[in-house]
């Protein structure tokens, strides 16, 4: 028997499966994603903002590079920290990670150590 000589036969497969169906695990999968990585991550974010824009002179803060010092004076792009007496920096707004004795606000990476 030569093959052919055999009849083909296509095998139908049915009905397709609604697209919504088959979009549904991906959905769940961007829904979990963003549940769980983007709204904590822009949770944070936003407490950082609003504690940088709340800096004020005579505050007690730490810098995220952990330098103690007194807010002496505030602009839009940075803040002048009192770390001695008569010693004064200048430090990028974004550098200040939180009030002394309290939990920083600003999250430190620890990708790039020694």
């Known amino acids: 028997m030569d ?3 055999l009849p083909i036969v296509f095998a139908q497969a049915g009905p397709s499966p609604n697209i919504w169906v088959q979009l549904f695990p991906f959905a ?3 829904v979990i994603f963003y549940l769980l990585v983007l709204m904590p991550s822009r949770k944070r974010q ?3 903002q609003e504690f940088q824009a709340s800096l004020k002179v005579g505050d007690r803060v730490i810098t995220t590079g952990g330098i103690y010092g007194q807010v002496t004076r505030v602009t839009d792009a940075s803040v002048q920290l009192r770390v001695a007496d008569k ?3 200048e430090v990028a707004r974004a550098a ?3 009030y002394q004795g309290q939990e920083p606000v600003v999250q430190q990476d ?3 150590g020694m």
């Open 28 to 30: 769940m999968m961007l």
């Open 96 to 98: 200040v990670g939180g």
């Open 87 to 89: 010693v004064n920096i």
């Open 46 to 48: 936003k407490k950082v």
């Open 3 to 5: 093959v052919t000589s």
């Open 110 to 112: 620890n990708a790039g």
